[in-house]
Structure formats: structure tokens, C-alpha cells
């Protein structure tokens, strides 16, 4: 009798243990801790790192995809929970370390605009003063692109608005550069007449 | 029979050693060095951005690393029977292949995209380059007001995320900059194509020949300034006897539309007065009739059609004249001269004498020419 009941409950247990479930929630878990570093700003401070998290959940669900295309004794869903697994270990990683280089250049873009807002400021009060005459045409330019100068600080901080602080580092950059460099065009105009003390006068309306 | 049984345990130990000796040698453990060597390509991949240029090698190489280390952590001592294959081992070298292919299939891509980057960006600055000279010849650089520095910004912007490896965010920068550059291009062939135009230098050459016509009938003095040649020329009897180096309006290669523009006018004047020492701020000054009867009817037609700011007047008080200080004379369309030079030119030249200012004497001048060299340089 014993041996009827064991024989009756094994082909319940095989079933059981055979018809392997897919890991959902781990998948789940898994996409949730990638996005997780998406918002922690992975895809732009540690973008290798990001691409590896999202490789592995995509090998994961492609690997869950073949083994239900498979006969529901053979499934086996160990090489899709190995990759989750890590997915999901490697992207706590990836938080802390993403948001730490936010953070650097967050700090490194701050300081750039702070730079380039006062680099701005010096090159307009310049401008003020620049001498007119001859080089009139000169001066003009020079206003432009103090002007245009000016009108670009407005998209460093729309960069850093958008938290893309590469871009906003390199955009404050080059305007301090190119600021200076006015600045320095605008000085050299002004050692030039330095001297002239003629009268000043305007024609030709 | 005690002695009888006595070597049994003996051979039992014997075979257990050798069995246990046998299990040692055949339990499956990864070697290290080739652990290693693939933790190495994981980094090389990382440095190379695997991700980015081999995506499809990357990411056959992530599925096997991670699947055969998950299985050096679940089962790190494995035990096979000896004529079985280690496949650990065979698995760890197929990742290995996996990852040597997957670094140099990106740092080869990266590379591309480096010297593409690098192209672009070299391009764009030797396009920079000759595009500034050229305004500079041609005096334009105000006609385009922001743009010029907005485009210099973009070209350091690439410039510097090239220096940092970002070739893409580089490219980006490179291509919009170039954009931008073709889009001044355009602007400057808009207003300076007459520069260009056979018609309109042929009407320009007529009135230059009118004037010195009218020299050579009236045995007098007449004017003519080229505003591409940045020069004045006197015709005394129908001949050249004169010329002279001028500075024009701060915007004085445009057409003057209205007052303000900073624009020198085109057209065929007169001098209605002459302004002596004492009777101007510029040492010595000849009055023109501007605005003349065409001026008006320019500005007229362009008020109706609304290109003009609002308010806008049509100016006057255009001159040619000197200055007590020329480097601190402010020029808003006139014609400034040195002032031993006016000083020839004030006593040559009679009230009532013609002026004609003209953007170029002929079809080859600096500005068509700079013209021409720019849009060779557009990327369309």
C-alpha cells in the first residue's frame, strides 16, 4: 500500500520540481535597480558600467524567452537568476558610484559657471569703457561678443538645469576662455589710446 | 582467524588513499592566471567603452563571464571523474576569446570614431580660421553680430570633449558648429552677394564713369570711393590724380537703410558745403547731399515693406572728413580721411562737385573674392 501512495506522489513531485517558474521578480527587481542607476545619472557619469547593467538584463531576458520556448520539464531558469543576480548586485555598485561622480561634476560645472559668469561680468565692464573711433567696427564686434557671451551663460545654466554637467563644465569653459581673450583685445585697444587725448566727435547719421 | 582478517583495513586504506588522492586531482577549480586574464578584459573593455563601440561582442562577453562566474562561486569545487574534460576551464577560455574579440573590435571602432571625431574638429577650425580672416578683409564681422562667438564657443566646446574622449559628444559640437558656420555664409551672401552681382557692379561702373566724365567736361575736381577697396580716389580732368586709404561706417559695407545703421550710403552725391576748421569736430569737412532722391525713395519703399526698425529715420550729415583725433572720432557712415589728406582734398575740390560712392570698381574685389572662398569652404 506504501508503495502505491510513493508511486502515485512521485510523478506530483517530478512535476513540481521540473515545471521550473520564471523569475519575475527578480527580473523585476532587477529593472527597478537599473533604473535605479538611470536615475542616479549612470547612462552619463558611468556609462560603461550602465551599459553592462542593462546588458545583463537583457541576456536575462532573452535567456527566460529560449528556456519558455522549451518544454515545461526542461526549463531551467538558473543561467537567467545568475544574471539578474549580478544585475541587480552590480547596480546598488553603480548608484553609489554614479551619484558620487554626479556629484564631481556637479561641483566641477558649478565653479566653471561661477567662473565664466565673473570672466562675463569683467569683459561688459570693459566693453563700457572701450574706445570708439576708427576702429569703431572693431568695437562693435567686440560688443557682439560680449553681448553673445553674455546670452550663452543663459545655456550653461540650462545644462545645468537638465543635470548635464559635462556639457554645462565645457560650455562655461570655453566662455571664460573666449571672455578672457576679449578682455585682453579690449586692453590692448584701450593702452593703444591711452595717450590721445584729442577731441571726441560724431558725424554721419 | 583474527590474523587471517588483519590486511583487509589495510587494502580498504590503501584504495581509499588512492581514491581520495584520485578525487583531489580531479576536482574542477578555475585557474587563477586565466581568472585574471578575463577579470583584465572586463577592464579593458570597460576602458574602451565595450558598451558603446562592440555592443553585440560586449554583450555576448557579459552573458558568459557572468554566467561561468556564477558558477565558479555556486560550485567552486566540483568534482569530475578523471577522463572527464574540465569544463570550467573550456568555459573560462571561450570568455576569454569572447573578450579579446569584444577589446578589439571597440578599439578599433573607437579609434575610427576618434580619427573621425578628429577630422571633423580639425576641419571645423581650419574652416574657423579662414572664415574669420575673410570677414576680417571684408569688414562683415559686425553684420553677423552674436553668431561668430557663438559658433567659436561650440568649436572649443568640441575641441574640449575631444580632449576628454567623448568623440561623440565632440562630433556633435564639430557638426553643429559647421551648421552654424554655413548659416553665416548664407547670411553674408544675402547681404553682400551685390558685391558679386555683374548687374549691379555694372551699374556701379557706370556711375563711376559719369563722374569722371563730369570731370573731364568741367575741367574739375570729382570723387569716387570704392567701399570694397576701402578708398578714395580723385579725378581732376577725367584722370586719377589721387587716392587715399578710408574708414567707412562701423557697419559701412551694407547699404545704408536707415540712421544708426552704421552703414556708408551707395549713390551719386554732391558736396553742398564745405566745413573749414573751426566749422567742424573732424579738422576739415566736405557735406554731401545724402539723403538724395533715390535714399528716399529706398527708405519709403522699405518702411512700407516693414523692413525697417520702428522709429526709424533716414539720417544725414554724411561727410568726407578728417579728424583732430581720428583713433577717437566716432564714424557712423561717413568717410574719414587723415587729415593732410583733406587737406589736399578741401582745396581741390569745389561745392557742387560729385561724389560717387560705390561698392566696388569691378567684379573681382576683396569682398566677392572672400565671398568666393567661403562658400567653397560650405559643407552644404
Known amino acids: 500500500m506504501k508503495h502505491w501512495i510513493m508511486l502515485g506522489l512521485a510523478p506530483l513531485f517530478l512535476l513540481t520540481v521540473a515545471c521550473a517558474k520564471a523569475p519575475t521578480d527578480k527580473l523585476t527587481a532587477a529593472e527597478q535597480a537599473v533604473n535605479d542607476a538611470r536615475t542616479a545619472g549612470a547612462p552619463a557619469y558611468l556609462a560603461e558600467d550602465f551599459a553592462k547593467l542593462e546588458s545583463l538584463v537583457a541576456n536575462a531576458k532573452k535567456e527566460i524567452a529560449e528556456e519558455e520556448g522549451k518544454f515545461a520539464f526542461l526549463r531551467d531558469y538558473e543561467k537567467a537568476e545568475q544574471l539578474l543576480a549580478s544585475a541587480k548586485a552590480d547596480a546598488a555598485k553603480v548608484v553609489i558610484e554614479a551619484a558620487k561622480k554626479k556629484e564631481e561634476a556637479k561641483v566641477a560645472a558649478v565653479l566653471a559657471q561661477q567662473e565664466a559668469q565673473a570672466s562675463v561680468k569683467t569683459t561688459q565692464a570693459l566693453v563700457a569703457k572701450a574706445p570708439v573711433g576708427k576702429d569703431r567696427a572693431a568695437v562693435e564686434a567686440i560688443k557682439a561678443d560680449a553681448e553673445g557671451l553674455a546670452a550663452s551663460l543663459a545655456e550653461v545654466q540650462a545644462a545645468m538645469d537638465a543635470e548635464d554637467y559635462l556639457t554645462a563644465q565645457t560650455k562655461a569653459k570655453a566662455i571664460q576662455d573666449k571672455s578672457q581673450a576679449v578682455a585682453k583685445e579690449i586692453q590692448g585697444a584701450l593702452a593703444k589710446v591711452a595717450g590721445a587725448k584729442g577731441k571726441q566727435g560724431k558725424t554721419g547719421k | 582467524m583474527m590474523s587471517h582478517s588483519r590486511p583487509v583495513p589495510r587494502r580498504i586504506s590503501l584504495a581509499a588513499l588512492v581514491l581520495v588522492l584520485g578525487m583531489a586531482a580531479c576536482v574542477q577549480k578555475a585557474p587563477p592566471e586565466l581568472v585574471q586574464a578575463v577579470e583584465t578584459l572586463d577592464r579593458e573593455l570597460t576602458a574602451a567603452q565595450g558598451a558603446e563601440f562592440a555592443p553585440e561582442e560586449y554583450a555576448k562577453f557579459v552573458e558568459h563571464w557572468t554566467a561561468v562566474r556564477g558558477r565558479m562561486l555556486a560550485e567552486p569545487d566540483v568534482i569530475r571523474l578523471p577522463w572527464e574534460p574540465n569544463r570550467l576551464v573550456a568555459d573560462l577560455i571561450k570568455v576569454q576569446e569572447q573578450g579579446v574579440l569584444a577589446v578589439s573590435t571597440a578599439t578599433q571602432r573607437r579609434e575610427a570614431e576618434r580619427q573621425q571625431a578628429e577630422a571633423r574638429l580639425t576641419q571645423l577650425e581650419e574652416r574657423l580660421q579662414t572664415f574669420t580672416g575673410n570677414l576680417d578683409t571684408m569688414g562683415g564681422r559686425v553684420v553677423l553680430g552674436q553668431r561668430p562667438v557663438e559658433t567659436e564657443l561650440l568649436a572649443k566646446q568640441a ?196 561724389v560717387t560712392i560705390v561698392g566696388a570698381l569691378g567684379l573681382s574685389n576683396a569682398i566677392s573674392l572672400a565671398l568666393a572662398e567661403l562658400e567653397q569652404t560650405e559643407e552644404g
Open chain 2, 159 to 354: 575641441r574640449s570633449f575631444f580632449e576628454q574622449g567623448q568623440f561623440v559628444r565632440s562630433q556633435r559640437a564639430s557638426q553643429q558648429a559647421a551648421k552654424l558656420l554655413d548659416r553665416q555664409i548664407e547670411r553674408l551672401g544675402a547681404e553682400l552677394g551685390r558685391y558679386a552681382d555683374e548687374r549691379r557692379v555694372t551699374a556701379w561702373r557706370n556711375m563711376v564713369a559719369q563722374t569722371v566724365t563730369w570731370s573731364y567736361r568741367h575741367h574739375s575736381a570729382a570723387i569716387v570711393v570704392s567701399k570694397a577697396d576701402r578708398r578714395l580716389f580723385v579725378y581732376r580732368n577725367g584722370k586719377a590724380v589721387a587716392s587715399y586709404p578710408v574708414s567707412l561706417g562701423y557697419n559701412g559695407i551694407l547699404e545704408k537703410r536707415y540712421q544708426g545703421d552704421g552703414a556708408t550710403p551707395e549713390g551719386q552725391y554732391r558736396i553742398v558745403r564745405k566745413r573749414d576748421r573751426g566749422d567742424t569736430k573732424f579738422h576739415r569737412a566736405l557735406l554731401l547731399d545724402y539723403p538724395n532722391n533715390q535714399d528716399r525713395r529706398r527708405f519709403l519703399q522699405a518702411r512700407a515693406a516693414g523692413t525697417l526698425p520702428p522709429n526709424a529715420s533716414i539720417g544725414g550729415q554724411i561727410e568726407i572728413h578728417g579728424g583732430e583725433n581720428r583713433a577717437l572720432s566716432e564714424t557712423l557712415g561717413c568717410v574719414q580721411l587723415e587729415n593732410r589728406q583733406i587737406d589736399v582734398l578741401f582745396d581741390l575740390i569745389e561745392e557742387g562737385a560729385p
